[in-house]
């Protein structure tokens, strides 16, 4: 799990706080917690880019990038994001236009309506950024480049493209901290998912970012889905909705896919599900509806907002925030544009990231996801393991692995398309006894867990291959039809009655397990 990959969203560091301080609290408390502690372990980095989260928290600024000052705002004009009238915000500045594309509400003065293409003889208004104008020639304004840049949200190898360059990247995993990520996430093949927390709009991304659902393993779809459900039903009342990055709802212009992204690298490069999880959705709150009924990511440009919906945010702002969510517009004199209103919806912790009386309910609401995950990973246990005497002085020696989890062993489709996932295999530590018969470690086949079993949103034919019935064969026992999730291993050893063998299952993925057999 991870957090703060953008400077602006440190609502990802605080669940990510949650989840440790949740887990460390539950431990020896809660039967759920404990369990899934003494089996698997979580790795989280709360903070994935302090320089520019510092930099968000401690200024004014809202686009604080990595945190790298630009060598091209110093000299490029532009209007640059500045706080013009001093109260300690930037919001925006409306500027009378007779070409403006904004009137003011009849209903609420504070909210902006967009005007019709028919619509003559207003009042209208043109939209800015509140800031100043840095080389200004009274023409057209245009915003200066960023003033900083940076950042490691589209700096990874997965189908990168050089339109990641407009992320601050210049080729994958240049930034620092990616690269530091992606060694960590590699050289740790007991990873099993991801979680990046991100903000804002309330809804749960699965892969694939880069490509349509028709380039991925139907059966991994059909799992992906099955718990991205799970993660909606976490969040109750607020239905943070499960999408793929691909689908038109979060990337509007299919010719303009997010490539590059951490959630494919997990999911293309590890072969296992990752999500990038967007917090906190103000919207929803105010009753607008869920990020999918109210449209998808379209309604998150203030552009795209009705008047209804902009009034009923600001009955919410009234209501939940006593109207502090909103600066309301009055006029200021701009050193470059004369007369102009500053005004308009705070960000930093209203759309952005909760205000803090809503921080911990939405810790709540989004920080347990992880934790059921983990309780669907691979865990490959010894169900059986015995020895019996075959003729005196020689024992047969036969152990029987299970997976006990939800995921099988391989936990993807695309791991196995990839060959990214090692097999299961069975070990014999045989001590003083002599193997006669069966390898000293043994390959088996991945084990199914229960998710070859969900109801898909699709026909799919998603039950274990069909076989002939189970056999040994070659000291090995092959699985035939019916329940893949159980392989067994058979040897030889000679050995004196009372010496014992310990028989060892791993997976990557899976886990160790080991049990000691008496030869008596
Ligand atoms: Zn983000």
């Not at 207003?122 to 100043?132: A, N």
């Not at 960023?146 to 190898?157: Q, S, Y």
């Not at 607020?238 to 999911?267: C, E, H, I, M, Q």
């Not at 291959?465 to 392989?487: A, E």
Request: hydrophobic share 35%; proline share 6%; glycine share 12%.
């Amino acid at each position: 799990m991870d957090g703060n990959t953008h400077a602006a969203e440190v609502t990802g560091r605080e669940v990510c706080l949650w989840l440790v301080k949740h887990l460390l609290e539950g431990y020896g408390e809660d039967d759920e917690i404990t369990g899934i502690l003494d089996t698997r372990v979580f790795y989280v980095l709360p903070c994935l880019n302090p320089d520019g989260a510092e930099l968000y928290l401690t200024t004014l600024y809202h686009r604080t990038g990595g945190g790298i000052p630009n060598p091209e705002w110093e000299w490029r004009p532009g209007l640059t994001e500045e706080d013009v009238d001093g109260d300690g915000e930037i919001v925006k500045m409306r500027v009378r236009d007779p070409n403006g594309d904004w009137r003011v509400s009849d209903k609420d003065p504070r909210v902006m309506v967009k005007r019709d293409p028919d619509e003559f003889g207003g009042v209208y208004y043109k939209i800015f950024t509140e800031g100043v104008i840095r080389g200004y020639d009274g023409g057209e304004i245009k915003m200066a480049p960023p003033r900083w840049i940076g950042g490691t949200n589209r700096n990874w190898p997965e189908r990168w493209k050089p339109e990641s360059r407009a992320y601050g990247a210049d080729v994958p995993l240049d930034e620092p901290e990616a690269r530091a990520q992606a060694d960590f996430w590699r050289s740790h093949k007991n990873i099993c998912g991801g979680l990046a927390y991100h903000t804002h709009g309330g809804l749960i991304v699965r892969s694939s970012s880069a490509v349509p659902d028709s380039e991925l393993d139907i059966k991994d779809i059909a799992t992906y889905e099955y718990i991205g459900d799970i993660g909606t039903r976490l969040t109750g009342k607020a239905k943070y909705p499960s999408v793929s990055g691909n689908s038109s709802l979060f990337t509007l212009d299919p010719a303009k896919p997010r490539v590059g992204t951490a959630k494919d690298f997990f999911f293309d490069i590890m072969g296992v599900y990752a999500w990038t999880y967007e917090l906190w959705d103000m919207a929803g709150m105010a009753g607008v509806g869920n990020f999918e009924e109210r449209g998808g990511i379209r309604f998150t440009r203030f552009e795209n907002r009705t008047e209804e919906e902009n009034l009923r945010l600001q009955e919410w702002n009234d209501e939940a925030l006593g109207g502090e969510g909103f600066v309301d517009w009055r006029p200021v004199e701009h050193p470059q544009l004369g007369p102009v209103e500053v005004g308009g919806w705070k960000q930093k912790f209203t759309w952005r990231n909760p205000p803090t009386i809503f921080l911990e309910e939405e810790c709540i609401r989004s920080g347990t996801f992880m934790l059921t995950y983990a309780a669907l990973t691979p865990r490959v246990e010894l169900v059986n393991a015995e020895a019996e005497e075959v003729v005196p002085g020689l024992y047969r020696v036969r152990a029987i692995a299970k997976n006990q989890g939800f995921l099988p062993t391989n936990v993807t489709e695309q791991a196995l398309k990839a060959k990214l996932a090692k097999k299961v295999t069975m070990e014999i530590e045989a001590g003083e006894a002599e193997l006669i018969m069966g390898g000293k470690k043994m390959e088996l086949n991945h084990l199914e867990g229960r998710s070859h079993k969900v109801p898909g949103r699709f026909y799919t034919p998603l039950g274990p291959k069909r076989g002939p019935p189970g056999r040994f064969f070659g000291g090995m026992f092959i699985t035939g039809g019916g329940d893949g999730s159980l392989q067994a291993a058979e040897w030889l050893v000679k050995a004196r009655k009372g010496t014992s063998v310990t028989v060892v299952v791993s997976s990557e993925k899976g886990g160790v397990d080991r049990k000691t057999v008496s030869l008596a």
